[in-house]
């Protein structure tokens, strides 16, 4: 079992920036993939970017230029550092962990955290 404690999450201007981080613990021997989803209401769960322990990333076109996500496989944490933020990146964000490497690409995560908060006001 894998347990994701997300934090970071609030409440920004359009234009802002915010840090999430997700810090893992539990099986952590398991995990390769780890990834960051959010979800809107009214609409379903995407996935915004993910990593591999060995650094290869994935990102969500709406978001590329302007999210980086990283790791610190030391720490069993990876952040995802959100500039330019934008109205329409208001959601509930929520950090993913998986053992298999293509879940980075196929967006198919096992381990869940309970979700952060962010909202982007105009």
């Known amino acids: 079992q894998v347990q994701l404690v997300e934090s970071g999450g609030g409440l920004v201007q359009a234009g802002g920036s915010l840090r999430l981080s997700c810090a893992a613990s539990g099986s952590i021997f398991r995990i390769n993939a780890m990834g960051w989803f959010r979800q809107a209401p009214g609409k379903q769960r995407e996935l915004v970017a993910a990593?591999?322990?060995?650094?290869?990333?994935n990102y969500a076109d709406s978001v590329k230029g302007r999210f980086t996500i990283s790791r610190d496989n030391a720490k069993n944490t990876t952040y995802l550092q959100m500039n330019s933020l934008k109205p329409e990146d208001t959601a509930v964000y929520y950090c993913?962990?998986?053992?298999?490497?293509?879940?980075?690409?196929?967006?198919?995560?096992?381990?869940w955290g309970q979700g952060t908060q962010v909202t982007v006001s105009s």
């Open positions: 993913a962990a998986d053992a298999r490497r293509l879940s980075y690409i196929t967006g198919n995560f096992g381990s």
């Open positions: 990593i591999t322990s060995g650094g290869s990333t």
